[in-house]
């Protein structure tokens, strides 16, 4: 069974860092490309980033390029997103996604990590 | 702003039909055949309900299904039931920077 679990989401200030954590099971995790997909409460989903099978191609939202950095250990079955310089308008639950392989479409996606960001 | 745009709404009776629309440009919808919708329903995770246009998974009622007209897709659920009220986005691959595009959501109401 393809599960996906997040951690690290938390209350933090304006401009402060996080790194949220997404442990994946049940497949190949090095097969898959993998993606962030965040949604602020009440709001709708909105793409955050993807990162390729191998690690080597990331593509990032505008609205968090140059301050969020993702990236994937293939040995640990883990992808990280590394949140920097953080505003409230990041606040939202943050989704790991996983796409199919040869598709472009999200076939499995985790239960979210709440980040919060507030003064 | 959303970069594909959905009716903030629609309603039908159950039995009825709708149709909600996703509008896009030539660079997302109507360059790809990569558009797939999603169901949510309230505190839930999103689940996949169509992709590349008009695929069903398995498992995904038969009433759910979908379709591409130009730089709009369009997902038609028929024999409205009550379990369908949700929340339900479309996506899109994107040839811009931002590789992919969510609409705002529709929210479904069973009247």
């Known amino acids: 069974e393809v599960q996906l679990v997040e951690s690290g989401g938390g209350l933090l200030q304006p401009g402060g860092s996080l790194r949220l954590s997404c442990a994946a099971s049940?497949?190949?995790?090095?097969?898959?490309?993998m993606h962030w997909v965040r949604q602020a409460p009440g709001k709708g989903l909105v793409w955050v980033s993807r990162?390729?099978?191998?690690?080597?191609?990331?593509t990032y939202a505008d609205s968090v390029q140059g301050r969020f950095t993702i990236s994937r250990d293939n040995a640990k079955n883990t992808l990280y997103l590394q949140m920097n310089s953080l505003r409230a308008e990041d606040t939202a639950l943050y989704y790991c996604?996983?796409?199919?392989?040869?598709?472009?479409?999200?076939?499995?996606w985790g239960q979210g990590s709440l980040v919060t960001v507030s003064s | 702003q959303s970069a594909l745009t959905q009716p903030a709404s629609v309603s039908g009776s159950p039995g009825q039909s709708i149709t909600i629309s996703c509008t896009g440009t030539?660079?997302?919808?109507?360059?790809?055949?990569?558009v797939s919708w999603y169901q949510q329903h309230p505190d839930k995770v999103p689940k996949l309900m169509i992709y590349?246009?008009?695929n069903r998974p398995s498992g995904v009622s038969n009433r759910f299904s979908g379709s591409k007209s130009g730089n709009t897709a369009s997902l038609t659920i028929s024999g409205l039931q009550a379990e369908d009220e949700a929340d339900y986005y479309c996506?899109?691959?994107?040839?811009?920077?931002?590789?992919?595009?969510f609409g705002g959501g529709t929210k479904l109401t069973v009247l």
């Open positions: 996604v996983r796409t199919k392989v040869g598709g472009y479409y999200f076939d499995y």
């Open positions: 049940g497949f190949t995790f090095s097969s898959n490309w």
């Open positions: 990162i390729n099978p191998d690690g080597s191609v990331t």
């Open positions: 030539s660079s997302d919808i109507g360059g790809y055949n990569y």
């Open positions: 590349d246009v008009s």
């Open positions: 996506t899109s691959y994107s040839s811009s920077t931002t590789v992919r595009v």
